[in-house]
């Protein structure tokens, strides 16, 4: 029984290893995660990880590295025991991925855990078992160089912690995220994941990072980048930032990479959204994996228990590498954007536009897709894979107008109840067209500057909006199925929208790990990159479930069909097209704003008109 002079008293191993598990393990991404990092530090070559049931069933982690003998495997499994570390003044150039001698014990606190390694040459290997922490149990066995750690259970003994797991679905695709963090960091090493037996993805070595990028990625997402290589005294700057006509609503990707181990950090973030300033439209983000190498001693990793964050010893010289990196590759592309010939491929026909413009449902149209594409070494392999969508897209978009049914035909009534400017209809006399983005209009008695994308992109949402609150939007079968590659972790999130997205009038179907295939779409919206919608959704839905209203989930949803679908900027219309637009935002009541908030009009009535010309 203990005095109240001694309150205070020493916690049991098995409390303090359960308090190490909490902060060290979150999920079984997080496991994975502590796993590849001790595989990599091992110097392995080739990994695969294995999950059942998003990882909460079963984790299991292979790999070549160099193994670990009979007295040293038990021993790794003891809580601050380490082979990276020997002196306090080793903490201040850290090299390696794990260092704190913490996950595997804190792992096996929480798991069945069963461990077997064997060191390359080793007539045998050595089995090491824990169950919940308790005493481990050491063998010798058969085994193949390398380690091989398999996780059962996890949170099998604190039940508290394993009903905050989410589904399977959402806790794979946290799983499939990290794995390929670890393979965008580690281009020379082969990366593998399996769930519940399925091949999720399989990213064999790599001779270039622009070549891991474009494994991970794919070319859709590459089609939208442009390459980042820049290197100051002390800071190196490597990756991808995306073209300025394709910024987008969402923020996947936006990967940070220091030193070759994932991170956040608001330095290097603050510092890409710096650099693209004007570029980015209200509501709009850039997307983008960067990769930063500074001296070891230069950054501190030890600043967080699972080293998810660092600290710069000089934040402002990295900050001030990543932004110029980026300040000055879109310097360069506007330049390229704005030559003589990609003005005079824009007059013999194409779509080139300023890039300035941001990415409004397609920004430089198939021009800037081009050059972007271009501006990769892109190997062989992926030069000989099923194109994307990229110009293709936009070149089919051109007759999209003309294919999405009028107003009239989608609605009897298409009266908005939005007070409009105009007590009856105007007449609408179309004057012309400004850098192939802007409709410039007389309607009634004002001038009217319109954005082509904004005000079509209000109108398809209107429409949309008033088909969903009558439940009955209008499904239009593809007459050839649009396949849609995503990162296996987008497609995991994917599937677990499928019903939602069905009611919609988005009808997918899945082909493989990464691979869905759209069935059928609103036929309002006709033509569109479906991929990037996908994505788009993706993003709005990551809400969903702490939304309650229906109506306020589905909004953004609608939002992301009408911004793909409408006419883009940088295509030249013709008249009566252009007239059909305005006559069905006049309908609409007149809004001022797209659904994500930009402009859709700048308007002069005739007596400011007056006014100006001092004619008054």
Known sequence: MESPETKIHVLPESVASHIAAGEIVERPASVVKELLDNSLDAGATVMTVEITDGGKQMIRVSDDG????????????????????????????????????????????????RMVTARHGAPAGTAVAIEGGAAASVEECGAPPGTRVAVGELFFNTPARRKFLKTTATESSHVAHVVQQAALANVPAHFRLTHNEHVVFDYPKAAALED???????????????????????????????????????????EIFVNRRAVKNATIAHAVYEAYGSFLPKGRHPVFSIMVDVDADEVDVNVHPSKREVKFRTPDLVHRAVRESIRLLLQKHVAVAESPSAVGEAADGGTAAPVAHGRDGGGGGADTNARARSAWSTPAAARAAPAGHGADVVRESTALYERAPAPSEAMPSTRHDAPSLYEAAPEVRILGQIHATYIVAQ??????????????????????????KGRHIQIQPLLIPEPVALSPAMAAKVDAILPDLAALGLELERLGPSALVIRAAPALVGQMDYGALLEEIVEDVSEWRSVDSLDTRVRPVLASMACQGAVQAGRPMEEPEMRRVVRDWLREGVPMTCPHGRRISMHFGSEELHRRFRRL
């Open 212 to 254: 891991r990028l474009l494994q991970v990625y794919g070319v859709n997402v590459m089609d939208m980048m442009l390459p980042v290589h820049h290197e100051t005294p002390g800071v190196r700057v490597r990756g991808m930032a995306v073209n300025p006509s394709h910024v987008r609503t969402g923020r996947t990707p936006q």
């Open 66 to 113: 160099e193994g670990m003998s009979r007295a040293d495997a038990p021993l790794a499994c003891r809580r601050f025991a380490t082979s990276k570390l020997r002196h306090h003044l080793d903490l201040a150039g850290i090299a390696t991925y794990g260092f704190r001698g913490e996950a595997l014990p804190s792992i096996a606190s929480v798991s069945r855990f």
């Open 443 to 468: 309607v009634g008695d004002a001038l009217h500057v319109l954005d082509q994308h904004t005000i079509h992109e209000r109108v398809l949402f209107e429409q949309l909006w008033r088909n969903w």
